[in-house]
């Protein structure tokens, strides 16, 4: 079985150095108190998406079959380790949620879209901010999660990540614990009931000429 890479070990420090180097700020900026936790705000909430936006204008956005033999992999993972911090303190996120518009503005910092029409419900998880797409008047029920990746091994027993965006269309309503594979599309105006899982590059509700397209 193939084991995690030395290129993944040493980008698994990357979330605790940016904590770190964000809080060594704090003893070198001037000002008060207030002040310098403004800018410990910055750091923390715009460094991220800067570097995963100039990665992802550099290298491409990473989608489909990858390995770790790929550089697509390698994208994918960095942007993966900074996104991490969020995923680790979910109150970050929900913080953002709070001031309409401020969440959409930063999901397109990352290179996300999600629209400020469409509401967001406590809990939901937004796995790969970079790679998701959710129209207007869309609703992402309680602890839905919109899924930008999936990992498995393949056949050989190498790692293998499926990376797609899933798409929330206009009107749409993701139930509560409902979940949208990569590359995932839920209709235009149609409902996922309440923990439901639509596989990878796959739509909800199926129609006849999907399996023509496939």
């Not at 193939?2 to 700020?25: K, T, V, W």
């Not at 639509?198 to 000429?209: G, H, L, N, T």
């Amino acid at each position: 079985m193939e084991q995690p890479g030395a290129f993944s070990l040493l980008f698994n420090l990357l979330p605790l150095l940016h904590l770190a180097s964000g809080i060594a700020l704090l003893g070198v900026l001037g000002g008060g108190t207030g002040s310098r936790l403004g800018w410990l705000a910055l750091w923390i909430y715009l460094l991220p998406p800067f570097c995963s936006r100039l990665m992802i204008a550099v290298w491409g956005r990473p989608e489909g079959s990858l390995t770790q033999d790929m550089p697509a992999y390698r994208v994918w993972w960095v942007l993966t380790q900074w996104q991490i911090l969020f995923n680790r303190f979910p109150w970050l996120e929900e913080g953002l949620r709070l001031v309409p518009g401020l969440y959409a503005l930063w999901i397109a910092m990352w290179g996300g879209r999600l629209s400020p029409r469409a509401y967001v419900a406590p809990g939901v998880w937004i796995t790969d901010r970079h790679a998701v797409r959710v129209e207007a008047g869309a609703v992402l029920g309680m602890k839905s999660i919109l899924c930008g990746h999936l990992v498995r091994r393949d056949e050989a027993g190498r790692w293998l990540v499926l990376a797609g965006t899933p798409v929330v269309e206009a009107e749409a309503i993701l139930g509560g614990d409902a979940r949208l594979g990569p590359g995932a599309i839920l209709r235009a105006g149609e409902v996922l009931p309440t923990g439901r899982f639509v596989r990878p590059f796959e739509a909800w509700p199926r129609r006849q000429d999907d399996a023509a397209d496939q």
